[in-house]
Nanobody, 122 residues
Framework: EVQVAESGGGLVQAGGSLRLSCIAS????????IGWFRQAPGKERAAVSC????????YIANSVKGRFTISSDNAKNTVYLQMNSLNPEDTGVYYC???????????????WGQGTQVIVSS
């Protein structure tokens, strides 16, 4: 069964950092794109960053560029999202998803995790 699962969310003060992890199972990790999406309260889910695990190509949203970094450890079937200089606008549920196209569209990702909550206090 194809699965992804997130971990690493929590409560952090503005200016702080968190690292989210997404571990994948049930599929050939190198053949997929792993994406991070977030849904802020009252807003639609939006792409944050994604990575093509085979070659390391990435997409990152302008809103987090320079603060967030995505990386993958293919030996561990895990993708990380390092989030620095967090601000309250980064609050939301962060989802990991697997797909086959380097894309910012959630419709291009077919397997989703349950999400992990990130709360940034001011």
């Amino acid at each position: 069964e194809v699965q992804v699962a997130e971990s690493g969310g929590g409560l952090v003060q503005a200016g702080g950092s968190l690292r989210l992890s997404c571990i994948a199972s049930g599929f050939a990790f190198d053949d997929y794109v792993i994406g991070w999406f977030r849904q802020a309260p009252g807003k639609e889910r939006a792409a944050v960053s994604c990575i093509k695990t085979r070659n390391g190509n990435t997409y990152i949203a302008n809103s987090v560029k320079g603060r967030f970094t995505i990386s993958s450890d293919n030996a561990k079937n895990t993708v990380y999202l390092q989030m620095n200089s967090l601000n309250p606008e980064d609050t939301g549920v962060y989802y990991c998803a697997a797909g086959q196209i380097l894309s910012y569209r959630d419709s291009d990702f077919g397997t989703w995790g349950q999400g992990t909550q990130v709360i940034v206090s001011s």
